[in-house]
């Protein structure tokens, strides 16, 4: 079947540190993977995507590389901004143009300054 | 920039009574989803609609639920007779194409069943 499992949170870090967020997947097929993110008091934002192994998604200066030996697509940003603290969702889609998205649990992100 | 937007925020209501959730999607998207999100836990697919019609259902979207586009501007999901298991964060999207356009989400409709 698919699914995504995500790092539990909460996240808190200091502002400028390291982030990475794990998701690992399970899928038949080829699926197409993305990370949103939900401000507080927002909707869910795609954040970035990868639609096939070795594929690496980046945005705002999140990247996230498409592993296909691991299952794995690990959200990472070299220096965190308060600005980035969110819930960030994991999720894949099992083939291009499905209606169904996967997502994982959320991990709340806190960054302090 | 256009956003989806949900009425109510949040609504808290009795067991068994039903209630709409209201969705305005961006206005030139085709494609329309419900979500939704049990409170620690993963965030759901119940329904996607294209057409007038729904074009595929979770599991969790039994008799007790339905959708309408009544008037070509809001999209809406009814629970029939809620129980206390449908308290959850509802999530409506939109897309433009089903190819890989990118899925646009509301800000949630939390529902309290009591």
């Known amino acids: 079947g698919n699914s995504v499992t995500q790092m539990e949170g909460p996240v808190t870090l200091s502002e400028e540190a390291f982030l990475t967020i794990n998701c690992t997947y399970t899928a038949t097929g080829y699926p197409s993977l993305f990370w949103y993110v939900q401000y507080p008091g927002e909707g869910l934002q795609l954040l970035l995507k990868?639609?096939?192994?070795?594929d690496k998604g980046s945005n705002k200066g999140f990247e996230a590389t498409y592993r296909k030996e691991t299952t794995s697509f690990h959200l990472e940003k070299g220096s965190v901004q308060v600005s980035d603290s969110a819930v960030y969702f994991c999720a894949l889609s099992p083939q291009t143009g499905a209606n169904n998205l996967f997502f994982g649990t959320g991990t709340r992100l806190t960054v302090i300054p | 920039e256009p956003e989806v937007t949900q009425t109510p925020s949040h609504q808290v209501t009795q067991m068994g009574q039903e209630v709409i959730l209201r969705c305005v999607p961006i206005s030139n998207h085709l494609y329309f989803y419900w979500y939704r999100q049990i409170l620690g836990q993963k965030v759901e697919f119940l329904v996607s609609f294209y057409n007038n019609e729904i074009s595929e259902k979770s599991e969790i979207f039994d008799d007790q639920f339905s959708v309408e586009r009544p008037d070509g501007s809001n999209f809406t999901l009814k629970i029939r007779s809620t129980k206390l298991e449908d308290s959850a964060m509802y999530f409506c999207?939109?897309?433009?194409?089903?190819?890989?356009?990118?899925?646009?989400f509301g800000e949630g409709s939390r529902l309290t069943v009591l």
């Open positions: 990868a639609t096939k192994a070795d």
């Open positions: 999207a939109s897309r433009w194409t089903s190819d890989t356009g990118e899925l646009f």
